[in-house]
């Protein structure tokens, strides 16, 4: 009788332990059903990370997109045509601010122009600051997405979600949210990429970068906040004797090839690099050589 009630016991307790784990890692296909919204050619869903804001003042949360069939849309730097997506939250309330993180895009030429966007499906991971976490807060988050295919047709989406003040309780979206946030590019050099070098020279950046993938599938993005657009084509060179590292040249943007030093000096670049599934994003501050060296001069002779 005694070995009957610890084995009820043993199964009781890991009936709950597997209770809590479906709770915590529950599908949209079996319980859980993100909001979401849809236009003419693409569609949005919103997972929140939790239900409900605990102490937590930052959440998180997955904004998934779906494009229609032969339809894209562009990155935050759409390249030589587009526009890039912009996000509304000026409606949410107890919300203090609600950061958007970047995916790495994908190239692909139009009437020979370079764009920079996402095909069939991407998921932009979001951070919600919350002001008091005592109170409900409402995420009203409004998406305007230029979408093209034989023609550009602006999308206006919109997401209103409540979290509710009390105890800490996942979502469901919990799943969804880690994958989002797992696929954005890695912030430093690691085993997969890395950008070891990183020189301008008059007409061109020169990176030495380093792919374990090799470069059958990569390429290369740079954003400067100035208006200079850096949509060329990288010019690769794999190192004949280390097939994982190359020199990479990027040429400068057509419209001030000779200033291209002075106009980056002490600007802040952005370089995004991408292999398959992997992605590298990293800044860089580009010191023009005579002017360093001016400045060099001026401090010793003080």
Known sequence: MKKITFLLVIIA??????????????????????????ADYMRIKYYPEYATIGSKSRHRAALAVEFAN???????????TGL?????????????????????????????????GYKRKVSFPLEIDILDTSKDAVVDLKLNFMVCRDI????????????????????????????????????KNNKNLAIETAVISKGALIFNVFSSRGYNNFDFFIEFEKDYLFTKKPII?????????ATIVVPAPNNDPVNLQSDLDGNKVTVTITSGNKALEREFNF????????????KSQK
């Not at 709770?23 to 079996?30: A, S, T, Y």
């Not at 849309?73 to 759409?78: K, L």
């Open 13 to 38: 307790i890991f009936a709950t332990i597997s209770q809590s784990y479906a709770i915590e890692n529950k599908r949209p296909g079996n319980r859980y059903v993100p909001q979401s919204d849809k």
């Open 152 to 187: 550009c047709v602006p999308q206006d989406l919109h997401i209103n979600s409540t979290i509710k003040a009390g105890e800490l309780m996942p979502s469901g979206g919990g799943y969804m949210v880690n994958a989002a946030f797992r696929g954005l590019p890695a912030k």
């Open 70 to 80: 032969g339809w894209h849309g562009y990155w935050r730097t759409p390249g030589d």
């Open 237 to 245: 060179s794999v190192n004949p004797t280390d097939r994982r590292r």
């Open 287 to 298: 010191k023009d050589p005579i002017k360093e060296a001016l400045r060099k001069s001026d």
């Open 84 to 116: 890039s997506p912009v996000f509304n939250y000026d409606d949410s309330k107890n919300i203090a601010f609600i950061k958007v993180n970047w995916p790495a895009p994908i190239r692909y030429e139009i009437f020979g122009m370079q764009n920079f």
